[in-house]
């Protein structure tokens, strides 16, 4: 007899979610508990990680806790990592998601604000994969690496300019493909969930003007919402996917076959 719905389960697995006390992050460690797993959640601000991983304990009857951490720093990663090793054991998958996006044309972006992205957004997700795989081989444990790309690895994007946003999605695309093949011989999968336009505090400030050109260039005429986009990374995370790696899930609304 087949289980379908047993394949989908993360029960008796750890979960790290990085940037995950809102958007994205919280539908993904919310759509996890509720799968089963026991859940890390890594932010800049202790306050509030520890707020969510209460919430997120309390609502799914699972363990969680809340550490914080700035994925770009080396020695931040390590120490977060271990804290969590020693509080909730080795992590079985890791979500990245932390990111951060500063739009600007190539002419006219400052450097600083280029370096800070590569920083967040390339930088952050090769420290925190490095570091669940090495502890995950360390102890021959299999493991799943999710990695948050986008539609911007692979088009530019319009009316607004984001050179470096896009370049740092693509490099975490291809970082993705790199990574799997890498780690494929010690039962590591590593894959990409890729975004179009999702309705989150960060797309939900952005002028109206901008917003519906979006809306106009997508067939659905809508935004993603987050547990849409979480749906994507479950599928990832558990083992409905074990002979996927290497693999991208773009969850666009169409908006990337035009």
Not at 65 to 81: I, M, S, Y
Request: contains cysteine.
């Amino acid at each position: 007899m087949v289980d379908a719905v047993g394949r989908f389960s993360l029960r008796g697995k750890l979960a790290v979610i990085t940037g995950g006390t809102s958007g994205i992050g919280r539908a993904v460690a919310e759509h996890f508990a509720s799968a089963g797993a026991d859940v890390a959640v890594i932010s800049r601000h202790r306050e509030d990680c520890e707020q969510v991983a209460s919430e997120i304990a309390g609502a799914y009857g699972v363990r969680a806790g809340g550490f914080a951490c700035d994925v770009a720093d080396e020695t931040g990663v390590e120490r977060a990592l271990d804290a969590i090793v020693t509080a909730l054991g080795t992590p079985n998958v890791l979500f990245n998601n932390a990111g951060i996006n500063i739009n600007g044309g190539a002419l006219d972006l400052d450097f600083g604000d280029w370096k800070r992205m590569m920083a967040v957004n390339v930088d952050g997700v090769f420290l925190m994969a490095r570091a669940v795989a090495r502890r995950l081989i360390a102890k021959g444990l299999p493991g799943s690496i999710v990695n948050m790309a986008s539609i911007s690895a692979s088009i530019v994007n319009l009316p607004q300019r984001q050179t470096a946003y896009n370049t740092s999605k693509a490099a975490v695309l291809h970082m993705t493909r790199t990574l799997a093949v890498e780690w494929v011989e010690h039962g590591i999968r590593v894959n990409a969930v890729s975004p179009g336009y999702v309705w989150t505090e960060m797309n939900q400030v952005v002028p109206r003007e901008i917003a519906d050109f979006w809306m106009r260039a997508t067939p659905y005429h809508r935004f993603a919402t987050t547990d849409e986009i979480a749906s994507a990374a479950l599928y990832f995370a558990s083992d409905a996917s074990t002979y996927t790696s290497g693999s991208e899930l773009i969850v666009d609304g169409c908006f990337t076959c035009l």
